[in-house]
């Protein structure tokens, strides 16, 4: 049973167009979402992350918009940039981290 | 940033061999933890391990598993005996206390083979 579920599955959209990436989840006691992006050949980092007490958390170009009634949260990448070319994996937890449960995640490219 | 460096980072073992995957955490942290990745499958939580014990695992942490971190050198994970189903990426994280709202630091990952 997959608790989180991220669609698509892959994305390309146009240097300075908006990405949207998806995530859903089943488990209403889960109280910490982040978001980490994962480039080739390199380790998962922290993007982003939200609590359910915000429906919308902004770091530059990156927001989380996040529905605790349908237990759905997007990722909008504004003004993407091909270096934003990489696989965003969504996450969540009961307990603020100490067990993240995944999503399969998104692979995103930014064509030129 | 922060690195936390895995060791070796491919390895393929013969079915029924012991494998020992090692993690060198960021130095101030306290909190560590391995998660599993089957190829095109999601990062899964096997566990985490604070103050010298193992706080969690998950079901996918079988018997033949077993982590330490003794005397603050790596944090392993040992696996004896192998399975074909071991066959995965591997994955350490450590971090300060996460329920203070401190992010988990991943390393790149121990791609395990098992024939």
């Known amino acids: 049973q997959q608790q989180v579920r991220q669609s698509p599955q892959s994305l390309t959209v146009w240097e300075g167009e908006t990405a949207i990436l998806n995530c859903s989840y089943e488990d209403s006691t889960f109280d910490y979402f982040p978001w980490y992006w994962q480039f080739p050949r390199e380790s998962p980092a922290l993007l982003i992350a939200?609590?359910?007490?915000?429906n919308k958390k902004e770091d530059g170009r990156f927001t989380i918009f996040f529905n605790k009634r349908e237990k759905k949260l997007s990722l909008h990448i504004t003004d993407s940039q091909p270096g934003d070319s990489a696989t965003y994996f969504c996450a969540a937890s009961r307990d603020m981290g100490y067990k993240l449960t995944f999503g399969t995640g998104t692979s995103l490219l930014v064509d030129p | 940033g922060p690195k936390v460096l895995q060791i070796p980072s491919h390895q393929i073992i013969d079915m029924g061999q012991m494998v020992t995957l090692n993690c060198d955490p960021v130095?101030?942290?306290?909190?560590f933890y391995w998660y599993k990745q089957i190829l095109g499958q999601q990062m899964e939580f096997l566990v985490n391990?604070?103050?010298?014990?193992?706080?969690?695992k998950s079901k996918l942490f079988k018997d033949q598993f077993s982590v330490e971190r003794p005397d603050g050198s790596y944090f392993t994970l040992k696996i004896q005996p192998t399975a074909l189903e071991d066959s995965a990426v591997y994955f350490c994280?450590?971090?300060?206390?996460?329920?203070?709202?401190?992010?988990?630091?991943f390393g790149e990952g121990s791609r395990l083979i098992v024939v």
């Open positions: 130095s101030n942290h306290l909190y």
């Open positions: 994280a450590s971090s300060l206390d996460p329920g203070s709202g401190n992010t988990l630091y």
């Open positions: 391990f604070y103050n010298g014990k193992v706080m969690e």
């Open positions: 939200i609590r359910p007490v915000s």
